[in-house]
C-alpha cells in the first residue's frame, strides 16, 4: 500500500513562503466539501517556517524550518478526538472532519507539534491537510511541491518500508521521534536547524596582519581527535554537526612550528571564536 | 486613356462594394447581437442615429439603434447624432475592411480623411461597438475538470493560471509548462547538462494576489473628501483628516472632469501634476507608461521627472567610466550565463541579493541557475551589511560593512591588486586610460595617503586582513562580479551618499581584472539566458498605447509596428520628483535631468517653474503610493494640504498610503479584473532585452479573469470616462476597448506567426521557443577584451555615440573604460562631491557626521522588499502580511520588520520582536525589531516601500506605525549637481516603544482600527 510523506530539505529552504502563500491562496475563502471548510485570511497559518540563526557576526548562518501537521500514524490528535473527527486516511492523511470537528477547540492542544489552527469564524481546528482534495482529483503532488524555487520539497507515495529504507539512507530525520507519533513528514538536513558549529577565524601578523590559510585546526574531545580541517583563505574553519550541550572540546590550530589550542564549551548556541592569532 | 477607363471602372466597384457593406452592417450587427450577450449590452448601451458617408454625401447610410437593435437606410439622415465621414471610397474600404491595416487607418484618422462627429461618448461607443463585432464570440481560458475556468495574468512576480469559478477566484498557481510549449534549452559546462525547469518560478508577491483581489481595504465605490466643495470651500488643510462619503461616478467625473476644465481656463496649461508610483500593475497597456501617458497628454500636464531610483550611482557615476547610457549606466548581460557556468571559479556579490529583489521581475527563475553554480563548485562571496536571504541560501564568506563605505573596501582591493601587482596589465594598457592617475590617488601619492586595507578598515569595519584576503582571492580566482539588484549594476549600495563612488569602483575593480575574459565578467546568474533576443513583443516601457515619442521607448520600434495616433504633451516644465513637496510648498525646485540618451545631458540643470507656465494646483494621483519610495516623506502631508493645491485626485485601487489626502478617490480595479498584454520580466526601454533574466519568454494574455470588484473601473475606462467629458474619447480610444488594443499590441508583434489569435485567446500564453545552440548570443565584452568590432546586437550606443568608428570600443569619449572619465573632466571639473578622480569622501550622513552621528549612531538602510514589489502585494490584509520577515503582527496590528544586529540590541534593552522606535529628526516608525547576528553592527536593515502610511500619537508622541521608513530618509540629493536620491545614507536611533503598553491596551479594547482609541 502505497502512503503519502512529505520530504524537505532544510539546507534548501530560503524562506521565501511560497509554500505558506500557495497553502494560503488554495484554503482561505474556499470550502472543499468533506475536506475543509475555509481557512481564515489572514492570522496563523497552518503552514509556517521558524528560523534558527547559529554563530555570530561574521560567521553565521541561517536555518529555516517549514512546519505543517506531521500526518502521523500515531497522531495524538485522532486520540484526543475520540469520536471520529479526525481520521487517518488509508494513503497516510490525516484530516479533520470539518463537520464533526466543529467547536473542538480543545484539539489545537493534541497536536504536540503545535500544528492545528484553530478558525475562529468557523469555530473549526484546521491543519495543512496534504492538499488531499487535488490529490484525489489526480494532482501529482500538493501545491508546495511546483511552487518551490529550489525544490525543497517533495511528495512521495510509496509503501512504508521504502519510505524506512529511503529515510535510512539519505539521513531524513522527522520531529521529535521520541514523542513516538511516527510523522509522514521527514526532513533531509536538518543538522542545520538542531545542531551547532565551532567555528574561528586564524590570523598570523608578519609586519601587518594576515588571514592565514592552509593551518591545521583539529577537533578533540577529552584527547580524542574528532575532525581535521585546514584554514581557507579568509582563516576560517569550522566543525560543524556538533551535538548541543555535547560538553567540551580542545581546538588545536598549528601551522609548521606555531600552534595554539583553545577550549570551548558547548552549550546550546554554536560558537565563532572570533579571531585568533597564531604568534 | 485605357488606363483611366480602367481606374474609373475600379472607382466604380469600390462604390459598389462600399454600399453593400454599408447595407451589410445592420444584419451583422443585428446577428452578433443575438448571438452574444456581451455585444448586445454594449449595443444596447445607448440610443442613438448614426450616418456613415462619403464626405461628399454620394454615398451615405444612416444607422438607427434602439433598444439593442440596429435598423439602417440609404442616404443622408435629416438629424444624425455621429456621422462617421470618409473623404473618399478607398478610404472608406480600407478602413471598413475586417482585418484592416492599421498604418492606412490612422493615417486617414491623421490626416482627416476619416472623421467621427458628434458627442463624444455616443462616437466613442459606436466606434467601439464596430470593433467589438469582429471579437464577439471569442472564447477566452480553458475548462478544466473541476469545474474551473483557467486564466492567465502577469504579474511584478511572474506569469499566473487564475481559475474561476461562478465569477470568483479559486486559486492562483506558477504555469507549468506543458509538451506543447516550446522545449527549454541547454547549457553544456564543465561536463555537465543544465536545463531549467519547466515551471514559472514566480515571487512570493505573485502567489499573493488572490488576497489583495478581495482585500478589505478595496475602494468599493467612487468617494469624496467630506468637507471639499469644489464649488465652495475646498479646505485643504483637511486633507487627510475629514473622511469621506460616498459618490455616484455621474458625480465622480464631473468633478474631476470639471476641474481639469477649471485648471486649463483659470491657470493655463501646466497647473495638472500627474505623480505616479514607481510601479503599477503589468500590461502593456494598461502600464503609466502607455494609458496614463496617453490620457496626461491630452489633458496636458506638467511632468514629475523621476530621478533613476532604482540606478542612481550608475547613472550618476558608473556611467562616465563604460558608457551604456541607454541603460542608465549599467551593462548588459548576453552570453553571461553560458560563460559563468563554463568559466567562471568565484561571485562576489556586493550590495547584490537577488533571491530578495529577483533582478526585478525574475522571482526565482535565478535560483536553479545559482545551485548550478554551486554544484559546479563556484565559491559566492557577499559584501553587505545584512547576511541576506542570498548569503543564507548559498552560504559562502560574508564580508559585513558598514553603509556607505564600499567604495573603501574596493578602493582598498585596488590598493593591494596594485602593491602585490595581482592585476591585468596587458589589458589596462589596451583597453583603459587614466590609469596612472587612479593609480596616483590610490597608492597615496597624490594625497600621502596610501588606500590601504587598514586605512579601509577604520572606514568599513572590515578587518583589514579579510580585505587583503579578498583582494587576493579576486586576483587569484577568475570573478564574476554581481553588483546591485541586477547583477550587472542597478541599485543596491548606488542609493546612498557614496552611490556614485561605489558604481564607478566596481567599473574600475572589473577594468583592472580583464572584464570581459572568459569566467571575468558582470553578473550573477541573474540575467543572460539564452533565449531568443530577436523576437519581437514590447516591453512595458516601449510605449504601449501612449502615442508618446519622447518619455519612452515608443519611437524605436513600438510606433512603426503598432501605428497609432500621435499624442503630445504640449507643456515642457518639469518639477523634480524628490523635491516635490518644495516645489508645491516653497514653489520653486531645481533638478538635474535623468534621461538616458546620452551621457552629457546630465549635466543641465532644470528649474521649476519655467517661464512660461502656472504653479502646479492640481494633482492627479495614479499607480498607488509614493510615499515609501519618496524620501523624506512626512514633507508630502505639507504639501498635500497646501493651499496652492486646489484639486487632489486619486485614482487608486485600494484605501492605502496617500489616498487618504485625496478630495476624490476614484476605484480602480486590478489587472485580474481588466484586459492586457505582456511578458514576463520584460521592460524594454532602459531594460532592453530585460526578458533574459527568465528561462522561458513568456508572453502573456492577460485575461480579464473576473468582473471588476464593487463599482470599480479598469484604469483606461475611467480615463475614457474623463475624456468623453472633454470630448476626447474617441480620441484616447481611436474607437478601440481595452481588449482592442490587446489585439493591437498582439498583431504588431512576432506572435501571429506562432500562434493564432484565437487560440492565444483560449490558451492565454506564449513560450518563445530558445535560441538554437549555434545561434547564441557571443559573451558580453568579449569583444572588447579581444579589441574586436562589437558583436552584440544591442542597438546602442547611438551611431554617433561611437568614439571614432562605428562599431568598436565603449560609449566613452576615448572609445575605452575610463579610469577618470573625459566626460567629468570636460563637464563637471571642479565638483567636489563628484571628483573627476573618483575619490573616497565619507557620506555626508554616516558615522562620519559630526554631532548627528553621536545621536544617530545607527545606520538604516531600507532595501528593495522580498515580500512585495514596492508598495503592490504590501499591506491590504493581504497573505504577506502574515510572513514574519515581511510585517509581524502585534496586538493585531502588522508593524514593519526592522533587523538589527543582537550586540546592538542588547545595549538597547531590546529583545527580538519587541516594537522599537526607529527615529531621527525627520520622524518616528514603530517596527518590531527581528535580533540577530545576521545584520552589521551598526546597521538597521529594513525594507522600502511600505503601502501603508499611518500617523497615530501614543503617550503624547507622533510616530508612523505602517512601515513608511522613508519618512526617515534625506532628502538631500546624493551629490551636488545630480538629482539622485540617497535614501540608505540614513542615521536613526532605536529604543523600545515606551508607547507599546497604551497601544496594546488600546487595541485590545477595540480591534479593527489601527487608529482606534489613540487618534
Known sequence: MNRWNLIIDVALCENCNNCVLAARDELAGNAYPGYSAPHAAQGPAVIRIERRTRGATPMVDAAYLPRMCNHCDDAPCIRAAGDGSITKRADGIVLIDPQKGK?????????????????????????????????????????????????????????????????ADEDLRVLEPELGTRPRVWYRNLWRFDQCFIGGSVSTVDGVEDCLEGATVELLQGGKPLDRRATDAFGDFRFDRLAPRSGSYTIRISAGYRARTVEVQLLDESIYLGKLELA | MAQRAGGGGKVRVQRLVLSVILRALSPMINGAARRHPDFRALLARHDALIQIQLRDGSIARHYEVRGGKVRSRAGLAEQPQVVMSFKDVATALAMMSPNADMGIVVHAAKNFKVMVIGPDHLATWWMQTLNAMAKAGLRFGTPMPDGTQRYTNLTNGGPLFVYVRSGRIVRVTPIEYDSHDAPPWTIRARGREFTPRRVGLVAPHALSVKSTTYSPQRVPYPMKRADFDPNGERNPQNRGKSGYVRISWEEAIDIVAGEIRRQKRVHGAGSICIPTSSHHQWGNVGYYLSSLLRFGNLIGFTRMAANPDSWEGWYWGAMHHWGHSQRVGITGNYGTIEDCLQNAEQIVFWSSDPESTYGGYMGFEGTQRRLWAKQLGIEFIHIDPHYNPTAQLFGGRWIPIRPGTDAALAIAIMYVWIKEDLFDHKYVIEHTTGFHEWRAYVMGDEDGVPKTPEWQEAETGVPARDARALARLWAKRKTYLSAGAAGTGFGGAGRGATGAQWARCMVMIMGMQGLGKPGINMGGMMSGTPVDHEFYFPGYADGGISGELQWNGNAVNNYQKMPHVLTVNPVRQLVPRQQFPEAIIQGKAKGYLWDGLAPEIQFAPYEYPMPGYPRIHMIYKYGGSYFSTLTESN???????????????????????????????????????????????????????????????????????????????????????????????????????????????????????????????????????????????????????????????????????????????????????????????????????????????????????????????????????????HTHADGKQGTTNDITDHRVAVAGHYFWVARMNDLDARERGILHRDLVKVWNDRGAVVCAADVSPMVARGTVKCFESSSEYVMIEVAGERVEIGGCMSTLTPSRPQSQGTSGMAPNSCLVQVEAWRGAQEFIRARSRQVGDPRAGLA
Open chain 1, 103 to 167: 467547536g473542538r477547540r480543545d484539539l489545537v492542544a493534541a497536536c504536540p507539534y503545535g500544528a492545528i489552527v484553530w478558525n475562529e469564524q468557523e469555530q473549526l481546528p484546521q491543519t495543512w491537510f496534504f492538499d488531499a482534495h487535488l490529490l484525489d482529483a489526480g494532482a501529482p503532488a500538493p501545491r508546495c511541491v511546483p511552487v518551490c524555487p529550489t525544490q525543497a520539497i517533495e511528495a512521495v507515495k510509496i509503501d512504508d518500508t521504502s519510505m524506512q529504507r529511503r529515510a
Open chain 2, 635 to 869: 514633507r508630502m502631508v505639507e504639501a498635500y494640504r497646501h493651499e496652492s493645491i486646489e484639486f487632489v485626485v486619486n485614482q487608486s485601487i485600494w484605501q492605502e498610503g496617500e489616498a487618504q489626502f485625496a478630495d476624490v478617490i476614484l476605484p480602480a480595479c486590478t489587472n485580474l479584473e481588466r484586459w492586457d498584454i505582456g511578458e514576463w520580466g520584460s521592460g524594454g526601454g532602459y531594460l532592453q532585452h530585460g526578458f533574459n533574466g527568465v528561462n522561458h519568454r513568456v508572453i502573456v494574455l492577460q485575461h480579464k479573469c473576473i468582473e471588476p470588484l464593487g463599482e470599480s473601473k479598469p484604469d483606461y475606462e475611467i480615463f475614457s470616462l474623463v475624456l468623453q467629458r472633454l470630448g476626447l474619447g474617441a480620441m484616447f480610444t481611436e474607437g478601440c476597448s481595452d481588449l482592442d488594443w490587446v489585439k493591437r499590441v498582439f498583431d504588431a508583434s512576432d506572435l501571429p506567426a506562432h500562434v493564432s489569435w484565437k487560440k492565444f485567446c483560449r490558451k492565454g500564453y506564449f513560450v518563445v521557443p530558445a535560441e538554437a545552440e549555434s545561434m547564441r548570443p557571443p559573451v558580453n565584452f568579449r569583444w572588447f577584451a579581444e579589441g574586436r568590432m562589437k558583436d552584440i546586437n544591442e542597438p546602442q550606443p547611438l551611431p554617433s555615440q561611437w568614439a571614432e568608428e562605428f562599431g568598436k570600443g565603449l560609449q566613452t569619449p576615448s572609445g575605452k573604460l575610463e579610469f577618470v572619465p573625459e566626460n567629468l573632466k570636460r563637464h563637471d571639473p571642479d565638483n567636489p562631491e563628484r571628483p573627476v578622480v573618483n575619490r573616497y569622501r565619507p557620506s555626508w550622513e554616516g558615522p562620519r557626521t559630526p554631532g548627528l552621528a553621536q545621536r544617530f549612531p545607527l545606520q538604516m538602510i531600507a532595501t528593495h522588499s522580498r515580500y512585495s514589489f
